[in-house]
């Protein structure tokens, strides 16, 4: 596992579509057990080199109810966006994350995880990748419908604080996934 993270912090594949150059950012163990598959790094991600370190991240952890020191164990959480460096800024949010990241890198990154109890899908991007042809027409469905694909794959939204008017229209996000949500989470980390 140490020699295949070199490998992912060294990558250059594809550093001449990154405004800022490439930076992969990856937190993983042999032993983690929950696996959360992001969209890519935002610019504080990339700046500091902490996954998940900015208001997103926060949103994330209060979701699943778990702190700082226990996200950021790796032998706990693995956290492996689907673009590995951030892709810049769009009109309306940060850039898609590069399509060469997940195939290159996440199936040699799973199979080194042997203890892997759950895969958290957040955002689109990692929906889509994952769940192929099972993911609903619309994030909106996909989510609503999260235990069709449990116990392999628990998918989310971004926990964007740009995403607020999404959960205030969708109050069975917060009713009935964050629960269940923390409970599998709580359930593995015992």
Not at 31 to 53: D, F, L
Not at 158 to 181: C, G, M, Y
């Amino acid at each position: 596992m140490n020699e295949l993270l070199r490998e992912i912090r060294n990558c250059k594949v594809c550093e001449a579509f990154l405004p800022l150059g490439s930076k992969p950012v990856i937190a993983a163990h042999s032993k983690s057990r929950i696996v959360v598959i992001g969209q890519a790094p935002g610019r504080i991600v990339h700046e500091t080199g902490v996954p998940w370190n900015d208001k997103s991240g926060d949103n994330l952890r209060e979701w699943m109810g778990v702190d700082k020191a226990t996200f950021y164990d790796p032998e706990k959480f693995a956290l492996m966006p689907m673009g590995f460096c951030y892709p810049g800024r769009g009109k309306s949010g940060d850039l898609p994350p590069q399509p060469e990241c997940a195939p290159l890198w996440h199936g040699r990154l799973l199979d080194a995880m042997k203890d892997v109890r759950l895969i958290l899908l957040v955002g689109r991007y990692a929906q889509q990748y994952y769940l192929r042809d099972t993911a609903k027409a619309t994030l909106t469905e996909t989510i609503l419908h999260f235990d069709a694909y449990l116990p392999d794959y628990f998918p989310l939204p971004h926990p964007s604080p740009r995403n607020n008017i999404w959960q205030a229209k969708n109050k069975w996000f917060t009713e009935k996934v964050l629960p269940e949500l923390k409970t599998r989470v709580k359930a593995v980390l015992i």
